[in-house]
């Protein structure tokens, strides 16, 4: 995660364009039937593990949230959110160091249950097979992104960007999982030189030139500038 301060790429949307958005959420949390009990014992979990604390916004004028679910099978990347086609083979595009899905569906999520419900109905979309030792295993590296937007009484706007991962479970290669041990090896090389005695190959893999800003602290964070 890596936060941004000041950001001034922010697009504002219509009554009209914002109710489109209202309608896809909806239409995402109410197809998942849950009774949300796995819901509370995650967020229980959650608490419990790393002892979150609430904290007031007093000088905050609103805050905006929006969730995005993507995986990745054979370096084709396929938006799980997506409504009307099933969209895949997905592009990144890399410009002046940030790097982003086009076309992928980012989906207002106002609240921790929306957001959970939007996750579960991503989930049921991925790619499963069977393994000789897990019945039933994920085929694809996964990424869930929170994105939150945030604009201040004087209208300052910053905005953070979580993501969370899941690499394939398989017995075969995974690409995914080479080229990550390789970039962290490369800056774990680069830091104990303090000096750059290695590329690291962030762009060998789409996983990794995902979450580059994740891995390696010194690179531009990925973002979507359509908020």
Not at 63 to 85: A, G, K, M, Q
Not at 93 to 110: C, E, H, M
Not at 128 to 154: C, E, H, L, M
């Amino acid at each position: 995660v890596k936060l941004v301060e000041n950001y001034r790429g922010v697009q504002r949307l219509g009554d009209e364009a914002m109710q489109k958005e209202i309608d896809i959420k909806n239409m995402l949390v109410e197809s998942v039937s849950d009774d949300c009990g796995s819901f509370e014992n995650m967020r229980t979990t959650i608490q419990t593990e790393h002892k979150f604390k609430l904290k007031d916004l007093p000088g905050m004028k609103y805050i905006d949230i929006r969730v995005s679910f993507v995986e990745i099978y054979n370096e084709n990347i396929r938006d799980l959110l997506d409504i009307t086609s099933g969209r895949s083979h997905l592009r990144i595009i890399s410009n002046d160091g940030d790097s982003y899905i086009k076309d992928a569906q980012w989906v207002f999520a106002p609240s921790a249950i929306d957001a959970y419900k939007i996750m579960r109905y991503g989930q049921s979309n991925i790619s499963y097979g069977t393994t000789n030792t897990n019945a039933v295993s994920s085929r694809s590296d996964i990424i869930f992104f929170v994105k939150i937007v945030t604009r201040s009484q004087k209208n300052e706007v910053s905005f953070a960007i979580y993501k969370f991962c899941d690499l394939a479970g398989s017995e075969r290669e995974n690409k995914s999982l080479m080229v990550l041990g390789r970039c962290l090896s490369s800056v774990h090389a680069n830091q104990k030189a303090k000096r750059i005695v290695e590329l690291v190959p962030v762009r060998e893999s789409k996983f990794t030139l995902l979450i580059q800003a994740v891995s390696y602290t010194h690179l531009t964070l990925p973002t979507n500038r359509e908020v």
